[in-house]
Nanobody, 125 residues
Framework: QVQLVESGGGLVQAGGSLRLSCAAS????????MGWFRQAPGKEREFVAA????????YYADSVKGRFTISRDNAKNTVYLHMNSLRPEDTAVYFC??????????????????WGQGTQVTVSS
């Protein structure tokens, strides 16, 4: 089992930047593919970005491609989400998640085994 704790959320103006962190404890962090999802009020939880175990492959939702970057440091058991050029529509609770499987369906929240509690990101216009 792995425990995930997100941090780094907050209030930022449109065009600004934030870096989210997700610290993992428990079983070997490097054995998990990792993902970031977000959920706005009244909406479904949606895929944002994912990264394979080794960090070699990354994937992004079209809505964040070119603005967000996912990375991981397996030595620190941490995955990051660097968010630039933030927009009001990026406002949501952001969750990190761990997937012990193949990672092929990285966009599907049902394929993740463990979730953090979430961190709020609010972008003002």
């Amino acid at each position: 089992q792995v425990q995930l704790v997100e941090s780094g959320g907050g209030l930022v103006q449109a065009g600004g930047s934030l870096r989210l962190s997700c610290a993992a404890s428990g079983r070997t962090f490097s054995s998990y593919n990792m993902g970031w999802f977000r959920q706005a009020p009244g909406k479904e939880r949606e895929f944002v970005a994912a990264i394979r175990r080794s960090g070699e492959f990354t994937y992004y939702a079209d809505s964040v491609k070119g603005r967000f970057t996912i990375s991981r440091d397996n030595a620190k058991n941490t995955v990051y989400l660097h968010m630039n050029s933030l927009r009001p529509e990026d406002t949501a609770v952001y969750f990190c998640a761990a997937d012990s499987g193949s990672g092929a369906r990285y966009y599907n929240k049902d394929h993740y085994d463990y979730w953090g509690q979430g961190t709020q990101v609010t972008v003002s216009s």
